[in-house]
């Protein structure tokens, strides 16, 4: 998971960062509202942590911007004011959280966990397709070329992580954060072990492979078609 942090505050966006950094998060910080936009943009980040009062773009600017660039990244708002109308502004501006500063960190962590649990906007469709694979997120159905397969709750889990996120690596780790619990403390292997079993019902018997494994990165769903 990886997660931005648009701060001119240095103190403030240091503790941010390395409290993130603690709980195993990967933390970029940009210290203006320009930079963070850049960031934003360049980087696919799984939550933005946006300051309001910022130098060069405001954080009302950069959350526009990225709204307008169609990027579906979850954003928490971060201000000093505590104004009602401020708060409606930005929700309806795109944002999807709001923390009044002085906070403690953890009710930020508490709230970043919350963002990543919520798919973004595009994520929110009721069919998934990657080449002749469809997923009706509504029954909870995957069918292959038009064939049923069934699957156990914890392979679908996988599968619809897999495919929301098809042609990007994702590491163990990441799959671990999304489809098993924060109490979830076994071995990483639990992942190769469902990958295995997924494998044999989506991939065993059809010439496309879908699942590929990145050797020592992680697992890829193949979203080229043919
Ligand atoms: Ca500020």
Do not use: C
């Not at 923390?99 to 906007?121: D, G, Q, W, Y």
Request: avoid cysteine; aromatic fraction near 6%; glycine fraction near 6%.
């Amino acid at each position: 998971m990886r997660i931005l942090i648009v701060e001119d505050e240095e103190k403030l966006a240091d503790i941010i960062a390395r409290s993130l950094k603690a709980e195993g998060f990967a933390v970029d910080v940009a210290g203006d509202g320009a930079q963070g936009l850049e960031l934003a943009i360049a980087y696919a980040y799984d939550v933005i942590i946006l300051d309001i009062m910022l130098p060069r773009l405001s954080g009302t600017e950069v959350l526009e911007a990225i709204r307008q660039k169609n990027r579906q990244v979850p954003i928490l708002m971060l201000t000093a004011r505590d104004a009602v109308a401020d708060k409606v502004k930005h929700l309806s501006a795109g944002a999807d959280d709001y923390l009044t500063k002085p906070f403690a960190f953890l009710e930020l962590l508490v709230r970043v966990r919350a963002l990543l649990r919520r798919a973004p906007v595009q994520q929110r469709a009721d069919t998934i397709t990657v080449a002749d694979m469809e997923i009706d997120r509504l029954s909870r159905q995957v069918k292959r070329a038009g064939r049923r397969i069934d699957l156990s709750a914890k392979e679908y889990a996988l599968m619809e992580y897999l495919a929301l996120n098809a042609g990007r690596v994702l590491s163990r780790n990441m799959i671990i954060e999304h489809v098993w619990d924060q109490s979830f403390e076994g071995l990483t292997n639990i992942v190769d072990v469902y990958i295995r079993q997924l494998r044999g019902k989506i991939d065993d018997g059809y010439d496309l492979k879908l699942i590929k494994t990145m050797r020592g990165a992680g697992y890829v769903l193949n979203d080229e078609a043919g």
